[in-house]
């Protein structure tokens, strides 16, 4: 099992990055890896990475898995002999009788093995001892090499090599907190299929189901909710921050933070270790990128509507000064906060995560004795919480309800309650509220959908999907309604000297009127959706 995270390394801390890995104790290895895929890429589909490499004088074969999406990875590791000069060929029987293995051989088959692309790297590498754990720092700087193109790299990654995840989150983000580095879940092997099939961008990363043991506990259940939001957050985050973005990408971001939020809000009482102080930050974030998002739903939504009523070119309006979504998720605060989340997710109190305390101060491994490291600890968030606990906190706005033995179910029900209970005082009357409260009414409707998805596990799976199948023609038509009142927000200023900006006013408050008029049916609906709770 691999434990670690990766950062990108920005061109202006370079250099000192490269100082502070150098010293006597620092080795430095050069690697010239080769990839192995099938021609449809069902590997790399299947979320494996196959390869032969190259560790200075020496070869090894390496299978790695798709592990946890975001620290962790499953990985099988052997030598293979070669004469001087020759590569050694891949062979799928290095890995048989492991479960690596025979994941590979059960997404394998007959199918043969080609290679698809390689990777050049100098690799500068130093151990650390943190907390009592041993954490290996390693710089690589090279190339993905995938035939027509190249992609450079310098990214730095820390690796726990013994001891506890909390030592290692410590540690970087005391690293990224002195030279600005930028986490990144993406592997080598990710981007590297990507660039052989002559993509700059991944896929928009979507939210992913999620599955909770059998009678799980509030805190466990939190900390693994909080880590499927990270999944979605994070494999977005890392295409923005590096260039390598479209707007599906911040769109799908923003879903994911919502999620996060709503998590948070609704469940965080449940997990003690779970901070307010990540409430601020995420909103601000949400917020920010949500001015870029409202522009490209105009761009790509209302404005080939518009064009096709007969409107002339509309201009968009400018965007306020806010930064590019790829300088806000480089921002060191940023780096921080995803830290925290990922150590809170992994088992760890706010009080160990990154920034919250000063970490021990890192020694060389062979700086002087220390306690002994215990091997890695995998990250099982159910591990981490006792299901029979008690939870002291209540929700926002439950009345104290909260869970007494510390079970999630009953602790879910009972916001579950609450929130449809709102959504259906709100969804009859409807008509006498004003465009504030319809958006209040929009987003206690998202929170209602997005707690049924943590939940869906922990109760009857046709009743939940029934339940949702009533919520997602009212969550569609407001937010059809939306869009059309951001729009005429944008729009408004420019109407009074611009005529196409008038015309798109007049057509945009009939629009108005008619996305209202939809919202109706879909809500009255709300009222057969029957609780499955």
Known sequence: MEIELKFQVPPASRPAVARALAGADSKLLRLQAQYFDTADRALARSGLALRVRREGRRWVQTLKGAGDGLFQRVEHEVPVAAPAGIVPTVDPARHDGTPAGAALRSVLGDAALLPTYGTTVSRRTRVLRSGGARIELALDIGWLDGGARRLAL????????????PALFATAGQWAGRHGLVLDIRSKAERGDRLARGETAGPARKAQPLQLPPGVGADAAVRAIVANCLRQILGNASEIAHDEQRPAHVHQLRVGLRRLR????ELGALAPDASPDWAEPLEALFRELGVVRDRDALAQGLLPALHAAGAGPVPLPPLPQVQPPQQLLAAGAVTKLWLELLAFAAGGAPATAAARVKPPA????DAGPSEPPQ????????AHADPAGAVSAAAPDDGGDAATDGAFAPAAARRLRRLHRQVRRDAERFELLDDEHRHRLRKRLKRLRYLCEFAASCFDAQAVQAYLKQLTPAQEALGEFNDVCVARALLQPAAATDPAAAYAAGWLAHEYTDALRRCGPPLANLREAQPFW
């Open 375 to 382: 091997p890695p600890q995998p990250y099982e968030p159910s």
């Open 362 to 365: 890192a020694t060389p491994a």
């Open 154 to 165: 310098h990214e730095l990654e820390f690796e726990l090599l013994g001891g506890k995840l």
């Open 262 to 265: 709503t998590a948070l809000r």
